[in-house]
């Protein structure tokens, strides 16, 4: 007899489906906006640079033609073929140092909003989802050599469940800033630029430069000899702000128009961070608001001190910034050793997260299962 689990399959759903799957999603995502709000978020996702022109992929796990599951708990009120479970895939830029120190560009597929309806949970259906889509992604890679690589999501669901179908999780720690007015410090104009959209452009051109340069660099000691980036490109940061933007028009009627600052040191070397607000909660609860650090970059030849000056200063901006739009902390993620001691002196709390927005990496094609150190893991890659 075939396994129950065999009549079940990964697919597209229809617009009628997906936005289904939106208002099912609403109670669990949509906190700070109401439900039609959320749904025109969503709707407005799709036509970002990132997720146009087949950059966004939604999945559902629903069953073959002419197959049926036990109804959900409750009775069933659809119509049309049952949606057992739902996520959706986002195409980044990526790169992957392999073993034989030669690199290669692809895509990296972004995986969110793993959902299954309250109904349905617990009868396997998220797991068997992500496993054929594990297969339907290491498939991609195997048709399209070098193109996509590996996979990222983050797990609010600790680290066990997507473990199980090999999205292995790394690093995941935040330095945590509480978000405040009334800390300026006095910064002279031309040490402290701040970023407006306009000034992104050249900077995250700039990073990827040195993202490309990091990665070429051999494995660090202690670390998987397989390395792999996701790039911070434009499209990525446009995702964030373009979110950040929509939400920020609802609760305050206004877009930010500050997306980071950058401090210049008297050696000319930089440092810079470009951030996005992210909201789980209304104007009322900034508790549950962070601004977070999409990219914080350090060029080369920024000594400690200045180091400490250049996060002195941009932190300050960002405090006054979350503080200006209900967000109650501030935080960027997997800071290195040294920015992590210069963020701590500063009066940073440094959280080893074991729960929620666990990094994980899934290895496709040709370095499936093996280790990977993920270089730049920091939240322009989420999704
Ligand atoms: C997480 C979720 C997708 C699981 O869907 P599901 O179809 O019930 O999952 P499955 O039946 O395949 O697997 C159930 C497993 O998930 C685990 N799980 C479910 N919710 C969990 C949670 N909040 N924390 C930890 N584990 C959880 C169950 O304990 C179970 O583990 P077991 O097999 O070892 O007993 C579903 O609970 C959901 O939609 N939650 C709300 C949205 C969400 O948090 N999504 C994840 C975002 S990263």
């Not at 709707?43 to 966004?56: D, K, M, S």
């Not at 992604?137 to 609010?156: I, P, Q, T, W």
Request: proline content about 6%; some cysteine.
């Amino acid at each position: 007899m075939a396994s129950p689990k065999s009549s079940l399959i990964l697919a597209s759903p229809t617009d009628e489906e997906r936005r289904r799957c939106w208002k099912a999603t609403h109670p669990q995502w949509g906190a700070a906006l109401s439900l039609d709000a959320y749904l025109a978020r969503e709707q407005r996702q799709l036509e970002i640079p990132l997720a146009r022109n087949g950059g966004l992929t939604n999945w559902i796990l629903t069953t073959r033609e002419g197959e049926s599951v036990p109804p959900p708990a409750g009775g069933s009120t659809d119509t049309g073929r049952p949606v057992l479970s739902s996520c959706e895939t986002l195409k980044k830029r990526a790169l992957v140092r392999g073993k034989d120190g030669i690199i290669r560009e692809g895509t990296a597929h972004g995986v969110a909003s793993v959902f299954t309806d309250p109904a349905y949970r617990g009868r396997g259906y998220a797991t068997t989802m992500l496993r054929q889509l594990a297969d339907t992604l290491g498939k991609m890679e195997e048709e399209n050599r070098g193109d996509a690589m590996f996979s990222v999501l983050y797990s609010d669901v600790g680290k066990k469940f997507y473990a199980v179908n090999e999205w292995f999780p790394h690093p995941s720690n935040h330095a945590e800033f509480a978000a405040s007015v009334d800390d300026t410090p006095a910064v002279s104009p031309e040490a402290l630029k701040i970023l407006h959209f306009d000034d992104l452009p050249p900077l995250v051109a700039a990073d990827e430069q040195l993202i490309r340069k990091e990665i070429a660099q051999p494995p660090h000691p202690g670390h998987p000899a397989i390395r792999a980036a996701i790039l911070p490109d434009l499209d990525q940061i446009h995702w964030h702000l373009a979110r950040e933007g929509f939400v920020c028009e609802q609760l305050f009627s206004r877009r930010p128009n500050v997306h980071g600052a950058l401090y210049t040191s008297s050696s000319g070397a930089r440092v810079w961070a470009i951030w996005a607000r992210s909201f789980s909660g209304t104007v009322a609860e900034p508790a549950k608001n962070t601004l977070f650090f999409l990219r914080f970059v350090v060029e080369e030849g920024v000594s400690d001190e200045d180091l400490r000056e250049a996060l002195r200063a941009i932190v300050a901006v960002a405090k006054k910034e979350a503080a200006d739009t209900a967000c109650a902390k501030v935080q960027m993620w997997n800071p290195d050793r040294r920015v992590r001691a210069a963020a701590e002196e500063l009066g940073a709390k440094y959280v080893v997260r074991d729960n929620d927005s666990i990094t994980s990496l899934n290895a496709l094609g040709e370095i499936r299962g093996e280790p990977v150190d993920w270089v730049a893991n920091e939240k322009y890659a989420w999704c």
